[in-house]
């Protein structure tokens, strides 16, 4: 049962352009997401994260949205960039100071020069 | 600060021999989780230790096992090794009660023949 669900495995966006990532899930006690980003040969990086308090949250070039209604959540960067191509993971916890992530499958990015 | 460190960084076995990961964790985090990355499955959460304590477990056999020393080190262990454990084990550390935020380390990239 997958419980964080990414549904695009890739995603090609114009150098300049806006890269929207999205991401849904299931279980209604999962309180806090996660976006990490991956480059190959290397662990996942942490890039922003979001309490379901709230529905936006800002860090610079990386905003993400988030509509408990509709469990669902999206990574928008803007501008796009070339260094920004990487596999981006979703994921959620149940509680603040719980460790145990779920984590999607992932969304390949490719930024075109 | 030194990120999370783990070796070795690639290994092959044999189906039905035993392999030991190690894990060091970012200087001052108590907190160590394991997971297992496997193409089109994300990442799946293994176990989560504090203070050489199991605190979290994830749906995996009992051939899947870990530890935690004083240090903060981890270890994990996988006995009697079959095909489908061919992945990438990836460790991550966290201060603990800081938030969900996890630190990542490179893997481990374990090929079962």
């Known amino acids: 049962d997958q419980q964080v669900k990414q549904n695009s495995p890739s995603l090609s966006v114009q150098e300049g352009r806006i890269s929207i990532l999205n991401c849904d899930y299931t279980n209604s006690m999962f309180d806090y997401f996660l976006w990490y980003k991956k480059y190959p040969a290397e662990g996942p990086t942490f890039l922003i994260s979001i309490s379901s308090i709230k529905d936006k949250n800002e860090d610079g070039r990386f905003t993400v949205f988030l509509n408990k209604s509709a469990k669902h959540l999206s990574l928008h960067i803007v501008p796009s960039q070339p260094g920004d191509s990487a596999v981006y993971f979703c994921?959620?916890?149940?509680?603040?100071?719980?460790?145990?992530?779920?984590f999607g499958t992932g969304t390949r990015l490719t930024i075109i020069p | 600060k030194a990120g999370v460190t783990q070796t070795p960084r690639y290994l092959i076995k044999t189906r039905g021999q035993q392999v030991t990961l190690s894990c060091s964790p970012i200087s001052g985090h108590r907190s160590v989780s394991w997971y297992q990355q496997t193409p089109g499955q994300g990442l799946q959460f293994l176990f989560e230790?504090?203070?050489?304590?199991?605190?979290n477990k994830g749906n995996f056999p009992g051939r899947f096992s870990g530890r935690q020393f004083s240090n903060s080190r981890s270890e994990m262990n996988v006995s009697t090794l079959e095909l489908g454990d061919s992945a990438l084990y990836l460790c991550?550390?966290?201060?603990?009660?800081?938030?969900?935020?996890?630190?990542f380390g490179p893997g481990t990239r374990l090929t079962v023949t």
């Open positions: 994921a959620a916890s149940t509680n603040f100071g719980n460790e145990k992530l779920t």
């Open positions: 230790y504090f203070s050489e304590t199991q605190r």
């Open positions: 991550a550390s966290s201060p603990a009660g800081q938030g969900p935020e996890q630190y």
